[in-house]
């Protein structure tokens, strides 16, 4: 018997498919500092937890597919918030960011169509295409110019016939990249040029530094037809493993779609939509404290980094991601080696190889992404065991 081509083909996570060298290391009593995922050590808040003690439920029955209409208005709320109108029809509730993206690709595209996405991207996206079974063309960015979308001509040249929607992801996911209004300008363009979808992944909107203001798609006049927002609780909220989504969109038969997809796999988790809304019920004041310890521990990474030799790096302006490109020839050789052959003081570091970020053959080979999902001390240290690692690798290789 054969599987899938589909199954074949889909990307193995670059994020998680170290692991089994990190428990290793653990089962040998090596300390591991894992800032390789984007698991936040931010406690999540009591109103989340005390949602799931008080429920009070006798029967944990289905909810309705596209979400508790009290959540789907509470995220409506939330967006009012920043001047952002949307309605809670506008609202459907996913299985967590992922299951969002998914839907937002089989809802614009067929099979063999295309999907233009700045590289590097959030690896998962590899993944999501396979299961919809579009593909990704990928629309390169480099470390030295901060990761900033290209000129207009180079995105352009990418377009083809078959060319169904832009995707964005801002804050980013893997750079920190916060787009500007002008590069938001330069995309809404394209879009109505050729009749395109933007599907926009602002997952981290909270988490902009140094006054910058997030900028969504949503409020931009001349394409809310066109556009769809993944958003999720996971990163806002420290509630990683709710596992609780959304899909935003203004186009009533882009809604209606998705609501088939919804109503196919029958409902998103009652409890946990609970806690989400008891989360978004939360004074918005909450993330002011939040945003602050992120960028806190943006600066310790970024001065931390920035003076190994050979390395290029650019300080990120949101989201708790970096990518920084080191001087080494197979970051994910480094990475596993880290995991088996070095230790300071009985501590190593994880973190992740950037080639999993692109889809282009051979790019990010001598790149890692950093999560700066750690409190300071620990960051402080796993930085100092990083650089230790580097050193000797150095030597060695």
């Known amino acids: ?112 169509e295309e999907i233009l996405v700045p590289e590097p991207f959030y690896t998962n996206y590899n993944g999501y295409a396979a299961f919809a079974s579009v593909n990704i063309v990928p629309v390169p960015m480099t470390v030295e110019t901060g990761f900033r979308l290209p000129p207009i001509d180079e995105i ?62 949503l409020e931009f006049e001349g394409i809310k037809d066109r556009t769809i927002v993944i958003d999720s609780i996971s990163k806002r909220f420290s509630c990683c493993g709710a596992r609780i989504g959304a899909v935003i969109t203004h186009n009533d038969k882009v809604y209606q779609s998705i609501l088939k997809f919804a109503q196919a796999r029958l409902c998103p988790p009652t409890m946990e939509q609970k806690a989400a809304l008891a989360a978004y019920r939360m004074d918005p004041d909450y993330f002011s404290e939040i945003r602050k310890e992120y960028q806190k521990r943006r600066d310790v990474l970024f001065e931390g980094l920035k003076d190994i030799p050979g390395i290029t790096i650019h300080k990120p302006q949101g989201a708790f991601y970096i990518i920084v490109r080191l001087p080494i ?20 570091v994880m973190v992740a190889p950037a080639q999993g970020f692109y889809s282009t053959p051979n790019k990010g080979r001598d790149e890692v992404r950093i999560a700066y999902v750690l409190k300071e001390e620990d960051l402080r240290r796993a930085i100092h065991v990083l650089k230790e690692g580097l050193k000797k690798y150095r030597s060695i290789f």
């Open 1 to 112: 018997m054969n599987i899938s081509k589909r199954g074949l083909e889909i990307q193995a996570s670059p994020i998680r498919k170290l692991k089994p060298f990190a428990d290793k290391a653990k089962e040998r009593g090596i300390q591991v500092y894992f800032i390789n995922i984007g698991q936040p050590d931010i406690p999540t808040p009591h109103a989340v937890w005390e949602a799931f003690s008080r429920s009070g439920e006798e029967v944990l029955s289905y909810g309705p597919a596209q979400g508790f209409v009290e959540l789907r208005r509470a995220i409506a709320d939330y967006f009012k918030n920043y001047k952002i109108p949307i309605h809670e029809d506008n609202v459907i509730i996913t299985i967590g960011g992922s299951e969002a993206i998914h839907f937002a690709f089989s809802v614009v595209a067929d099979p063999g």
């Open 156 to 217: 352009e040249a990418k377009i083809t016939p078959k060319t169904k929607a832009i995707l964005l992801c801002s804050p980013n996911n893997p750079t920190g990249t916060v787009y500007t209004q002008e590069e938001l300008e330069r995309i809404k363009g394209l879009i109505q040029k050729h009749d395109l979808f933007l599907i926009s992944d602002e997952v981290y909107k909270e988490f902009v530094y140094d006054g910058i203001r997030h900028k969504s798609v």
């Open 329 to 348: 020839k197979d970051s994910e050789h480094f990475v596993q080696w880290m995991l088996t052959d070095f230790s300071l003081d009985n501590q190593t």
